[in-house]
């Protein structure tokens, strides 16, 4: 995967380096024109690439020329609202947010990244607004995501019950989306409803790796059930995975 990376990376680089804008290229006597939608897309894609890589600079650069082409893209707008969310600029990413959702107002993955941001400024209310909208587009490729948002969202709010609905919904939409999942056995232990809670979490890490929250859920799972084996191999993951984090702390203080 990341030999396919650098090549598509390498591919792209070759062809942007020299397109800037519609320009006349000769190759012996016939000339050639340089279609700038191709180089805006091309940009938006490098700087796409290099935002995954963590290459602030050359992200910036790339999006930069994007603009240069067409400074309405919403792409390239959001693609700098991610970057300036990275660098630690709230103000500039709100602002590039909110002009790529200007430029197109269908743009449901732009909205659903300005949703994520807003939840990182915890601005909790706004955040369930944004992602209750984004969760609307029936054709988002990604809908499952934004419901578990959603209920995320709707927890940092308050509203359980709403986050619960949005869990369930997340899940029947992607059946094989672990977040949603982990965050129903969440509430249900909560709820001392223990045994669907064990069900979710036995489902959640079939598809993702353990972490300091499920594998705490399952010590605590465990416990109630009386499953000490089961309870020990929890308690032992965690130790060994993730000795410094809170949730081992808490283990700690259980008493034996």
Not at 45 to 52: P, T, V, W
Not at 85 to 92: A, S, V
Not at 229 to 235: F, G, I, L, T
Request: with cysteine; glycine share 6%.
């Amino acid at each position: 995967m990341r030999r396919y990376q650098r090549s598509f990376i390498l591919l792209l680089a070759l062809s942007a380096l020299f397109i800037s804008g519609c320009v006349t290229t000769v190759t012996g006597s016939a000339p050639r024109t340089v279609d700038k939608g191709k180089s805006l897309n091309s940009y938006i894609a490098l700087g796409m690439a290099y935002l995954q890589r963590d290459d602030r600079d050359s992200s910036r650069r790339n999006f930069e020329k994007a603009l240069d082409i067409d400074a309405s893209s919403y792409q390239a707008h959001n693609g700098m609202g991610l970057l300036f969310q990275l660098t630690g600029e709230p103000d500039l990413a709100e602002k590039s947010f909110k002009r790529a959702l200007r430029e197109k107002s269908d743009f449901t993955q732009a909205r659903v990244n300005y949703g994520v941001f807003l939840y990182s400024q915890e601005r909790f209310g706004e955040a369930l607004s944004t992602f209750e909208l984004a969760a609307k587009d029936l054709s988002y490729d990604r809908r499952a995501l934004a419901l578990a948002y959603v209920g995320q969202a709707a927890l940092k709010t308050g509203n359980k019950q709403r986050a619960r609905s949005a869990f369930e919904h997340s899940v029947n939409v992607d059946n094989k989306l672990a977040l949603p999942m982990l965050e129903l056995a969440l509430l249900q232990f909560d709820e001392e409803d223990y045994e669907p809670s064990k069900q979710n979490l036995d489902r959640h890490l079939e598809f993702a790796k353990a972490s300091p929250k499920s594998l705490w859920l399952g010590i605590r799972i465990e416990r109630i059930f009386g499953n000490k084996d089961k309870e020990a191999s929890y308690a032992l993951a965690l130790k060994n995975l993730h000795p410094y984090s809170k949730e081992y702390l808490e283990y700690k203080k259980l008493p034996r």
